[in-house]
C-alpha cells in the first residue's frame, strides 16, 4: 500500500477555530444588528419632541405643558418662559403669531427657542 492510499482513507478532521477567531465574529454580528434597526419601522418612543405647530386654534396651554414661547415684536426673536419667570404671568401665547407651549425646556431650545435672561 502507498503512502498516498493511506491519506486518502483518513477522514479530514475539521480545523477548529481558536477563541480569538470566534471572538473577531460577536462585534461584526452586533455590527448588522445595529445596522439592520435602522431598515425596521421605528416606534415612538424614541423619536424626537413633537412642537406645538402653528396655528392651533386654541392658546391654552396642552395638558403637562407650561412654558410659554414668545415671538418678540421688536426684534422677531424666539423666547421661552418658565413659570415663575418675571413676565411669565404676561405673556400671551398667540399661535397664529407662531408662538406655542413647550413640555420641557430641552423642546423648546430643540426647536431653537431661547429662556428668557429675566
Same mark, same amino acid.
Given at each position: 500500500?502507498?503512502?498516498?492510499?493511506?491519506?486518502?482513507?483518513?477522514?479530514?478532521?475539521?480545523?477548529?477555530?481558536?477563541?480569538?477567531?470566534?471572538?473577531?465574529?460577536?462585534?461584526?454580528?452586533?455590527?448588522?444588528?445595529?445596522?439592520?434597526?435602522?431598515?425596521? &419601522?421605528?416606534?415612538?418612543?424614541?423619536?424626537? &419632541?413633537?412642537?406645538?405647530?402653528?396655528?392651533?386654534?386654541?392658546?391654552?396651554? &396642552?395638558?403637562?405643558?407650561?412654558?410659554?414661547?414668545?415671538?418678540?415684536?421688536?426684534?422677531?426673536?424666539?423666547?421661552?418662559?418658565?413659570?415663575?419667570?418675571?413676565?411669565?404671568?404676561?405673556?400671551?401665547?398667540? &399661535?397664529?403669531?407662531?408662538?406655542?407651549?413647550?413640555?420641557?425646556?430641552?423642546?423648546?431650545?430643540?426647536?431653537?427657542?431661547?429662556?428668557?435672561?429675566?
Amino acid at each position: 500500500m502507498s503512502l498516498q492510499g493511506q491519506k486518502a482513507s483518513k477522514p479530514r478532521r475539521r480545523r477548529r477555530r481558536s477563541l480569538l477567531e470566534q471572538r473577531a465574529l460577536i462585534p461584526a454580528l452586533l455590527f448588522g444588528l445595529v445596522a439592520a434597526g435602522y431598515f425596521l &419601522p421605528q416606534s415612538d418612543q424614541h423619536r424626537l &419632541p413633537t412642537v406645538h405647530r402653528q396655528g392651533d386654534s386654541t392658546a391654552r396651554a &396642552p395638558v403637562g405643558c407650561t412654558i410659554k414661547g414668545n415671538i418678540s415684536v421688536e426684534t422677531g426673536e424666539r423666547i421661552y418662559h418658565l413659570p415663575g419667570q418675571r413676565y411669565y404671568n404676561e405673556t400671551v401665547v398667540s &399661535p397664529a403669531k407662531g408662538e406655542r407651549w413647550f413640555c420641557s425646556q430641552w423642546e423648546a431650545w430643540w426647536a431653537g427657542w431661547r429662556k428668557s435672561k429675566v
